[in-house]
Structures are given as C-alpha cells and as structure tokens.
C-alpha cells in the first residue's frame, strides 16, 4: 500500500503571504507513461472536499492560478502564491496509481 | 452539469449493514467515462475512499475494507449503492459519493471531480 505523509500538518499564514505544503509518498508516485498520479484536494470548513490539483500540476475547472503544483516520484508541493482569506481549510494529497489514498491532511489557518 | 446526492439511514446498530445511495444528476451513470465511488471521513480525521464501480459493474474496493464492502450500479435509476456490513462504531462518519475519472494506463479510478454534500451514519445502539 502507497502511504502518503504530508509537512506541516498545522500552517498559519498571513493573508497575501505565500504558503506551501509538502506531500511525500512512500513509493514512488510515476507511471511508464511519464505521469505522476497525485492529486490535492481542499476541504473549506463545513464544505465537501474539492479537487484543485491533478497529475501533479493540473488545475481543475475554476481554480485560480495562485494554486500550483509541482514535483515528481516521492516528492511533491502544493505552492499559494499570494493566500486569501477563502483559502482556509484542510489540504490533502491523494494517489492515483494504486487503490486511491490520502494524506492526513494540511489545515491551512489566517493568521 | 452533474451533481451526485447521498441518501440514506442516520442511524445503524453495530454490527448490522450500512446501506447508502447516490443520485446522479445532470448526466448518466452510463456515460461509459467516469467510475462512481464512495469516500468517508472519520469524526474530526481525514478521508479513506471506500470503492468505486462502473456502470457495467466493475468495481474496486479498499483493500482495508474489502471483506465488508459491496458497490453495486442501478442504471435505470441513475443510481449507485453502498454496503457496509458487519459495522462498529470506527465505520461512524460522513460519508461521501463521488463523480471519479479513470485511467486506462493505471487501470484504476481516481480524480474526484464532482463530490455530494456527504451524509452523517452513526453507529451505535
């Protein structure tokens, strides 16, 4: 089974600052075909979650470009740019390449 | 566009069957391009998918849960069904259906592109 850590587990960040969390898997996350099945999902308090991020660095429909992903193999980050207020709540990476799993989880806070 | 709704009992004694059910919305379970699956999330913990299954019936399982879990597909209804049997209350949470991609090179279901509001099961006597 692919087991997915996640640093830091706890972020507080200043609104307009950037911020960043780091995903590591426990194997290594690239496909023969060249492509890294890790995902980032966020969970706003109260909400389902949300898919932000595919195959590594793909934003989904109506996510705004502040959100980038990148990295590769066991490695990888999710990077904001510039936080806003509407970007607290739980953050977590998943994998695609075996049997779904997530990581524990980033809570973003405001400071 | 597509929605996905939960239903289902609040309440199951332990050790009898968890049953649920999504709704899909705004599209057909039988579009041949997405698997349907299921996600719970823990009291206060982060998430754990369950399964998933295709509208021909295929289906993947957590290998953690496997034993107790059957996903089942009603095209005529639109609809796709969870089972959870034998229950104690560490199966207590929100659970979650999900619109999910799947990919032909990993052979297996994965981005969660459309999610249900989630509904709350407890288990308890």
């Known amino acids: 089974d692919i087991v997915l850590t996640q640093s830091p587990l706890s972020l507080p960040v200043t609104p307009g600052e950037p911020a960043s969390i780091s995903c590591r898997s426990s194997?290594?996350?690239?496909?023969?075909?060249?492509?890294?099945?890790l995902e980032w999902y966020l969970q706003k308090p109260g909400q389902s979650p949300q898919l932000l991020i595919f195959?590594?660095?793909n934003r989904a429909s109506g996510v705004p470009d502040r959100f980038n992903g990148s990295g590769s193999g066991t490695d990888f980050t999710l990077k904001i740019s510039r936080v806003e207020a509407e970007d607290v709540g739980v953050y977590y990476c998943?994998?695609?390449?075996?049997?779904?799993?997530f990581g524990p989880g980033t809570k973003l806070e405001i400071k | 566009q597509v929605q996905v709704q939960e239903s289902g009992p609040g309440l199951v004694r332990p050790s009898e069957t968890l049953s649920l059910t999504c709704t899909v919305s705004?599209?057909?379970?039988?579009?041949?391009?997405?698997?349907w699956g299921w996600i719970r999330q823990p009291p206060g913990k982060g998430l754990e998918w369950i399964g998933s299954?295709?509208?021909?019936?295929?289906?993947y399982h957590n290998p953690s849960l496997k034993s107790r879990v059957t996903v089942s597909v009603d095209t005529s209804k639109n609809q796709f069904s969870l089972r959870l049997k034998s229950v104690t209350a560490a199966d207590t949470g929100i659970y979650y259906c999900?619109?999910?991609?799947?990919?032909?090179?990993?052979?297996?279901?994965?981005?969660?592109?459309?999610w249900g509001q989630g509904t709350t099961v407890t288990v308890s006597s």
């Open positions: 299954i295709f509208y021909t019936g295929n289906s």
């Open positions: 705004g599209g057909s379970i039988s579009s041949g391009s997405h698997y």
């Open positions: 998943m994998q695609g390449l075996q049997s779904p799993s």
């Open positions: 195959l590594v660095s």
């Open positions: 999900a619109r999910m991609g799947y990919d032909i090179w990993t052979a297996n279901p994965n981005t969660m592109d459309v």
């Open positions: 194997q290594s996350l690239l496909h023969s075909n060249g492509y890294n099945y």
